[in-house]
C-alpha cells in the first residue's frame, strides 16, 4: 500500500516508517501540516496516516482540507489527545478513524487492514432504499423525500451500515467495528453521539422516525 505518513516527532515518525515497510508498504513522509497537505492533493496514496499537533497547519485543517478534494483517501489520524471530543473532532473533520498515542504498532496494522477492506467493500453501483430514503454509494450521496442531505464522512458511513442491515437491530459492538474498525469502548458514548447527529439530519422534519432505538439491544432502521 502507498501511505502517506504526516508526523512531526522524528522518532515516531522513524518508528511507523520502519514498521510499515517492513510489512511491505510504501512509505511517503511529511514533517509538517503544509508540506503533508501538499503532498496528499499533488500525488496519490492508498492511506494517510497524520499526527495532529503538527507545525504550521495541525491534523484537523490538513484532513479537512485534503477531504474536501479526495473524498475515498482512506485517513487514519494519530494524537496524544484522546478525549471523546478530540476523536470526534477529527471524525467530523474527515478522518475514517482516530488512534490514541501511545499504541502497539499491532494495532496500528490492524486498523490500517481494516480501513483497506473497507474500502474495497462497496460497489460501484450499490443504491440502498429505506423508505424514503435513498443512498448512492458510487455518488455518495445521501436524499430523502428527494431532499438533498449533507452527511460528514463518519456518519455516511454509519448510515450505510444501518441501511445495509435495514430492519435488523445491531449493536453498539457492532456499529463501532463497522464503522471504525476498533473494538467498542463501553466507556465512551461516541456511538450514541453520531447516532444523534444521524437523526437531527435523517429524521427531523419528518413525520416518520427510520433510526429507532431498541432499548438493551441498540439501534434500528426500519422502512
Known sequence: MNILLIEDEPKVAAF????????FHQVTLAYDGNMGRKLALELEFELMILDVVLPNKNGFEVCKEVR????????????????????????????DDYLVKPFHFEELLARIKALDRRRNIVLPGTVYQVDDLQMDCFRKTVTRAGNIITLTVKEFTM??????NKNRVLSRIYI???????????????????????RAK??????KQLIQTVIGMGYIIRD
Not at 181 to 195: A, C, E, K, P, W
Not at 202 to 207: F, L, N, R, S, T
Open 16 to 23: 511507523i516508517k520502519k514498521g510499515l515497510e517492513e510489512q
Open 68 to 95: 474536501q478534494y479526495k473524498k475515498e483517501l482512506p485517513i487514519l489520524m494519530l494524537s496524544a489527545l484522546g478525549t471523546v471530543n478530540d476523536k470526534v473532532q477529527g471524525l467530523e473533520n474527515g478522518a
Open 159 to 164: 448510515l450505510e451500515v444501518l441501511m445495509y
Open 176 to 198: 463501532a467495528e463497522s464503522v471504525w474498525g476498533i473494538s467498542f469502548n463501553r466507556g465512551t458514548n461516541l456511538i450514541d453521539v453520531y447516532i444523534n447527529y444521524l
Open 202 to 207: 435523517i429524521d427531523k422534519g419528518y413525520p
